[in-house]
C-alpha cells in the first residue's frame, strides 16, 4: 500500500516561498511508469493540478503557475517537494500531493496539508 504525506509550513507571510515535501512509503518514486504531483484547493474552489515530477525526473507545470513553481524529488529519501515563490493570499489552500499513471489521474492522495498566506 503506497502512502503519501505531505508536510509544510502552515502559514506562510506573503511574497515569501511556500516549500513543501511529500514524503512516499511502500512505494518508490522510481517505479516506472508513475507520476507524482501537486495539487491543491482553495476554499470554496475545485481542485487545481499544480505541477509533476516523473519516475525518471522529467518535470511538468500548469502554465498559470509555471513561473513561480519548482518541483524536485531526493529518490535517495523517496520524496519530493514543491516551491511556490512570491505568495499571496490566493495562494491560500489545501495541498495534495498524489501519485498516478498520467500527470491528471491519480490511485494514491495524501491527506493534504493546510496552508494560509497571511500577514
Known amino acids: 500500500q503506497v502512502q503519501l504525506q505531505e508536510s509544510g509550513p502552515g502559514l506562510v507571510q506573503p511574497s515569501q516561498t511556500l516549500s513543501l515535501t511529500c514524503t512516499v512509503s511502500?512505494?518508490?518514486?522510481?517505479?516506472?511508469?508513475?507520476?507524482w504531483s501537486w495539487i491543491r484547493q482553495p476554499p470554496g474552489k475545485g481542485r487545481e493540478w499544480m505541477a509533476a515530477?516523473?519516475?525518471?525526473?522529467?518535470?511538468y507545470y500548469s502554465p498559470s503557475l509555471k513561473s513561480r513553481t519548482s518541483i524536485s524529488r531526493d529518490t535517495s529519501k523517496n520524496l519530493f517537494t514543491l516551491q511556490l515563490r512570491s505568495v499571496t493570499p490566493e495562494d491560500t489552500a489545501v495541498y495534495y500531493c498524489a501519485r498516478g499513471l498520467t500527470i491528471k489521474n491519480y490511485d494514491y492522495w495524501g491527506e493534504g496539508t493546510q496552508v494560509t498566506v497571511s500577514s
Open positions: 515530477i516523473s519516475y525518471y525526473g522529467a518535470t
Open positions: 511502500g512505494g518508490s518514486i522510481t517505479t516506472n511508469n508513475y507520476y
